[in-house]
């Protein structure tokens, strides 16, 4: 092995135990997390996931719903066809 290549490998593996000491370092501090987020939706369970998203979608519906009821419930008060509730 000539001397350049000597080097080289040296200073690759002078790099390498520098990130190994890094990476120990992260996960000692709570850093080297899952890539993954802990859900349900990625649960191995078929009945978790689909109440997952049943979970999801009954939100989401609430939350596009909700709004335009109020919306009408305020127009029909303005506009006086709300006489039974008054």
Known sequence: MDDA???E???L???VEALERDLDLTTTLGGGRDPLPQTM???DSFLK???AVLGHYFVASLVIAV???VLIFVVMMALGLGGALR
């Open 9 to 11: 490998l040296a200073r």
């Open 5 to 7: 290549t000597a080097q």
């Open 13 to 15: 593996r002078q790099r």
């Open 49 to 51: 996931r689909a109440f």
């Open 67 to 69: 709004p335009f009821y």
């Open 41 to 43: 939706l990625l649960s």
